[in-house]
């Protein structure tokens, strides 16, 4: 029987943590899959923007969280809230606009919320959940606890002018907040070398005085190991963190989009050489920590639970009329 490796040791990880990353990750793989499969037969209306290919980026995260951290994030969200711990099947009947949905079928894709799981959206507008997630580590200082925010938006919004608004106000007040660019290099459709002067994006934060690194973005190791560093920095009362995850998107900016701007050898080759996934599965295989079959029965009870999803949202009923008023502000 395989043992576990000595813990310390950058990159390193035990059996029982690899185990975790490759479920947790295979889990918002075959959930995005099927919903890009619900939206192909029209029961899932308006956006969906498909999280496939940057799942190492929020399990990574996610692995160095503890209870009371918020995280807050765009519109890109559904692997977010699978990593903290969201249910499916509420997150799957949101997408389909039904009742049993974490906001009751009237949010969608990009507006959903779970306040037991600290969860603070999804959200619609470029980077406007910048200062929401600077908000959430000023109540935190505010208390006097230790939690984080992790304050998650992508390249495109990195060209936003209240994110350094934040930035800003962050510092001066050392926030506890990480600020986490999801550089999966093509924002909406335009290229990073076209959209910015600064290809570093993790140096946006010199100005300000906040510390900040690149980070390679699908490697779940490298991330985690990241923000270990990363919260032990805003724990400490340092104030805020930026990283910036260097990852990619396998699938257009939103189910809409064709990505004629990238060739398919480059996405091809990405998914042969990078994919994060895969990465662990070699890890767990390599180290003898899992067999074939073992992989096999992991990805059929992960199917397992994204097919139950799947049937939990397309038999909840829709919302009823009278929900067209409530929370309702006027």
């Known amino acids: 029987m395989a043992t576990s490796k000595p813990a310390g040791k950058p990159n390193s990880a035990t059996k029982e943590e690899l185990q975790t990353y490759y479920k947790e990750m295979l889990l918002i793989r075959r959930f995005e899959e099927k919903a890009g499969q619900l939206y192909g037969m029209g029961q899932i209306g308006g956006f969906c923007h498909l999280y496939i290919g940057q799942e190492a980026v929020v399990v990574g995260l996610e692995s160095a969280a503890k209870e009371g951290d918020q995280r807050v994030t765009t519109y ?14 509420g997150v799957m009947a949101e997408l ?4 049993g949905g974490y906001s009751r079928g009237k949010g969608g894709s990009m507006h959903m919320f779970s306040k037991e799981k600290e969860f ?5 507008i470029v980077g406007a959940n910048v200062p929401i997630g600077a908000g959430l580590a000023f109540a935190n200082k505010y208390r006097g606890n230790d939690n984080v925010a992790f304050t998650y ?12 608004e934040t930035f800003n106000m962050a510092s001066l007040w050392k926030l506890p907040v990480i600020f986490v660019i999801e550089n999966n290099q093509y924002a909406m459709g335009t290229s990073l070398a076209r959209a910015s002067s600064t290809p570093a994006l993790y140096t946006r934060g010199e100005a300000f005085g906040i510390p900040g690194e ?13 923000s270990q560093k990363a919260t032990a920095h805003c724990r400490a009362g340092d104030g805020p963190y930026i990283l910036e995850m260097n990852t990619y998107r396998y699938r257009g900016h939103s189910m809409s989009d ?17 994919d994060p996934i895969d990465h662990v599965r070699e890890l ?10 073992d992989l096999k029965a992991i990805d059929k009870e992960i199917k397992s639970v994204v097919n139950d999803a799947a049937k939990f949202a397309q038999e909840s009923p829709e919302p009823a009329e009278a929900e067209l008023w409530t929370d ?3």
Request: glycine fraction near 12%; include cysteine; aromatic fraction near 8%.
């Open 76 to 89: 890109r969200d559904h692997g977010h809230m699978l990593a903290c711990g969201m249910d499916p099947k």
């Open 96 to 99: 389909t606009g039904r009742e």
């Open 120 to 124: 603070y959206g999804g959200h619609g």
């Open 153 to 164: 938006f992508g390249d495109g919004a990195a060209n936003q002018g209240q994110v350094y």
């Open 214 to 226: 690149a980070v390679d973005g699908m490697d779940v190791l490298a991330v985690r190991d990241a």
């Open 258 to 274: 064709p990505a004629k701007y990238r060739t398919r050898e480059e996405v091809q080759k990405m998914r042969e050489e990078r």
């Open 284 to 293: 767990l295989v390599s180290s003898d920590y899992a067999t074939e079959d």
């Open 328 to 330: 309702v502000y006027r």
